[in-house]
């Protein structure tokens, strides 16, 4: 089993969604909210995802297909 | 008792030992080195400094390394430049650069990187990995060559082959990863995650980032022992902003500096990048990810980790984050080179540019000591101003085309024309 950490920040739109409810329900993966931060205007979720590597891939592919932003927890990597 | 205290989350405190983690293993929070201080101020005095080594090892005590061997790069102790002829030019008495574009491959990125490859060989990591379009990936890899690590750089596939050219000279393993730049960030999160390897900016982090403080202890040694009432910092993740306030703030923690600091702290970053500045303008401690659209590539972090932190350091200080135009940028390239005679990168440009709006703004007055820093040499982005420099003038080999090419102007001084 792989663990993947990532943060998710969904627009407006999508706030009122149970986005990580339906990502459980839609994908054989674990889902574990660490800390969050919800306004009316955005909301952001530091999320613990645990699956079969794939698996985990296939959910968050899902996600930003959604319209939720994905991001690592350690925000950009790719430095200059 | 150690000098070093261990790791500690930035969220909600909880602390570990020194190991290669950079997330909390509760909150996933960031983790930062924390220090026993009073041990330091028993061990370090500007004496004991002096006599150190001319590289960011004379700043050791402070450092995040314990009795082993220091990788030694030979980065830091660069020029803190007093600019009198950009200083008479916006009415500044006391202006500085911090010129570290004289590190050994060219950036400030020399300085995390070594306390990183030192801290990766002590805790018995074969590997020395990094994710980056340039300055860090090069740093890695000559680092990599010293510290006897095998180094592997992560770029996205579409990279200039002139960018590649300035880390693959110190031959490490390169790969191209194609898909956009948000899928080489995650893919890289996850090869940290499923590998043992260092990776710099990643599971070695919290040690990666303690140095660039040494930013802020050299200027400090510099200025005679104290810290610059202003200090403008080109900004990407913001994690060099953090940790130069936090910098200032150790060297009087132990008796370095007699008063603490009162600097204020102004990020500085591209308005085609800027999302720590649209933060600061909306008066806002949270950051929202932008798409990086800007000519200066080495500070296009459109989701900077440290962006919150940043924003907290600015507000407690009285500082400010300003975006910059790709013009403006360019310009601060060339008012530094002909007035100081200072080559930078887009980023040196940026907080060139960003320090020429807080004077037009009347933001800074004539007697602070202000300091910019200048953080990558100008040969690594020199297509940022090649269509905006005079071209040479031709002539034929004789004297007398060369005279007709001279003009005297007004003060009698032979020029060019």
């Known amino acids: 089993m792989a663990k993947q950490r990532v943060k998710l920040t969904f627009p407006p739109a999508l706030i009122t969604q149970p986005v990580i409810y339906?990502?459980?329900?839609?994908?054989?993966?674990?889902?574990?909210?660490?800390?969050?931060?919800?306004?009316?205007?955005?909301?952001?979720?530091?999320?613990?995802?645990?699956?079969?590597?794939?698996?985990?891939?296939?959910?968050?592919?899902?996600?930003?297909?959604?319209?939720?932003?994905?991001?690592?927890?350690?925000g950009d990597i790719v430095a200059g | 008792m150690s000098r070093l205290a261990g790791l500690q989350c930035r969220e909600c405190g909880q602390r570990y030992p020194l190991q290669p983690i950079h997330v909390c293993e509760l909150c996933f929070g960031p983790l930062e080195v924390t220090y026993n201080y009073d041990v330091i101020r028993a061990q370090v005095s500007r004496a004991s400094i002096a006599a150190g080594p001319q590289t960011i090892w004379r700043y050791r005590a402070l450092l995040p390394v314990d009795d082993e061997p220091v990788v030694e790069s030979y980065a830091g102790c660069t020029p803190l430049v007093k600019a009198d002829n950009l200083g008479k030019l916006w009415g500044l008495r006391n202006l500085y650069i911090k010129n570290d574009t004289v590190n050994p491959t060219f950036s400030f990125k020399d300085r995390p990187v070594a306390i990183a490859a030192t801290r990766a060989r002590a805790f018995g990591f074969e590997t020395f990995a990094c994710a980056s379009t340039g300055n860090l990936a090069a740093a890695v890899a000559a680092a990599a060559v010293r510290a006897g690590l095998r180094a592997v750089v992560f770029i996205p596939a579409d990279l200039e082959a002139s960018k590649i050219l300035n880390s693959a000279v110190y031959a490490p393993t390169i790969v191209a990863v194609t898909g956009t730049y948000d899928d080489v960030n995650r893919l890289c999160s996850e090869i940290a995650e499923k590998y043992g390897w260092a990776f710099a900016n990643i599971n070695v982090r919290p040690y990666y980032a303690?140095?660039?403080?040494?930013l802020a202890f050299e200027v400090a040694e510099q200025l005679g022992w104290r810290a610059p009432d202003h200090a403008i910092v080109p900004t990407a993740s913001g994690s060099m902003f953090t940790k130069i306030w936090k910098g200032f703030q150790e060297l009087y923690k132990v008796g370095l500096l007699e008063e603490p600091p009162r600097t204020r702290m102004t990020v500085a970053q591209a308005a085609g990048c800027g999302p720590i500045a649209a933060a600061f303008a909306r008066g806002s401690l949270e950051v929202e990810p932008v798409k990086p659209h800007t000519i200066a590539k080495s500070l296009a972090i459109g989701n900077p980790a440290d962006g919150y932190y940043s924003l907290r350091i600015i507000q407690e200080t009285g500082g400010w984050a300003l975006g910059v135009s790709d013009a403006e940028i360019v310009e601060g390239i060339r008012l530094l080179a002909r007035t100081e005679g200072i080559f930078a990168?887009?980023?040196?440009?940026?907080?060139?540019?960003?320090?020429?709006?807080?004077?037009?703004?009347?933001?800074?007055?004539?007697?602070?000591?202000?300091?910019?820093?200048v953080t990558g040499n100008g040969l690594k982005t020199p297509e940022a101003v090649a269509d905006h420099l005079a071209p040479p003038v031709t002539i034929s080999a004789t004297m007398e085309a060369f005279e007709a090419a001279l003009v005297r102007d007004r003060a009698g001084a032979a020029v060019v024309a």
């Not at chain 1, 339906?22 to 909210?33: A, K, L, P, Y």
């Not at chain 2, 303690?210 to 040494?214: F, L, Q």
């Not at chain 2, 990168?345 to 202000?370: F, M």
């Open chain 1, 22 to 74: 339906n990502m459980g329900r839609q994908f054989d993966v674990v889902t574990n909210i660490r800390r969050a931060n919800v306004t009316r205007e955005q909301g952001w979720v530091i999320l613990e995802v645990t699956g079969e590597t794939a698996e985990i891939e296939r959910a968050i592919a899902w996600a930003i297909e959604q319209g939720v932003r994905v991001d690592p927890i350690e």
């Open chain 2, 345 to 373: 990168e887009t980023a040196g440009g940026v907080a060139v540019a960003a320090t020429k709006r807080l004077v037009d703004a009347g933001h800074i007055a004539p007697d602070e000591t202000v300091v910019i820093y």
């Open chain 2, 210 to 214: 303690e140095g660039s403080k040494t």
